[in-house]
Structure formats: structure tokens, C-alpha cells
């Protein structure tokens, strides 16, 4: 069961990111200005990408720069949730 949720964790984010490139284009690419940040947000920053070009045609308010530092702590989380998770796993035995 947990590696169901871990993998809806890392597809669901992206899958929105192309549905919304997909239907979009023009105003994703005017959004991020470089189809590389788009890229490099696609692969590292799912959720910060997805809110950022949602909330980047409008301005930015205080709620969204809140939703959006939201969103960076979840993509840096996930990062370290492995690393979290496996620890007792990594033998301490040292060279």
C-alpha cells in the first residue's frame, strides 16, 4: 500500500503539469518565459510548477506566494522522505 501512495505521489503532480501544458501552451510558456524551467520544474518542483503557472497569469497575492511556499515545503518533503524512511536500513558499520 505504501509504495501505491508513493507512486501516486510522484505521477499525480506531473500528469496535472502536462494536462495543463497540454491545454495550454501559450500561457504556460508566457508563464515560465523558458520552456527550461518548465522542464527543470517538471522534473524536480511538480507541485510548485503546476501552482506557480495557475497562480502567474493573475499576479501573485499573499495566498498564493503562502500556497506556494505550501508547495515547495511538499517537493522538498518528498525529497527527503526517502532518505527519512531508510534510515534504520543503512547499516552503521564503517570502514
Known amino acids: 500500500m505504501g509504495c501505491i501512495i508513493a507512486v501516486l505521489a510522484a ?3 506531473r500528469v496535472l503539469v502536462l494536462a495543463g501544458w497540454y491545454n495550454d ?4 510558456n508566457a508563464s515560465f518565459g523558458s520552456p527550461i524551467w518548465l522542464l527543470l520544474g517538471f ?3 511538480p507541485w510548485t510548477t503546476f501552482f506557480f503557472a ?7 497575492d499573499v495566498l ?12 522538498v518533503g518528498t525529497w527527503g522522505g526517502g532518505l527519512f524512511g531508510n534510515r534504520k536500513q543503512i547499516s552503521n558499520f564503517r570502514y
Open 43 to 45: 522534473l524536480f518542483v
Open 64 to 75: 498564493s506566494i503562502l500556497v506556494l511556499i505550501c508547495a515547495l515545503v511538499v517537493d
Open 54 to 60: 495557475l497562480f502567474a497569469p493573475t499576479g501573485f
Open 25 to 28: 501552451q501559450a500561457g504556460w
Open 11 to 13: 505521477v499525480v503532480p
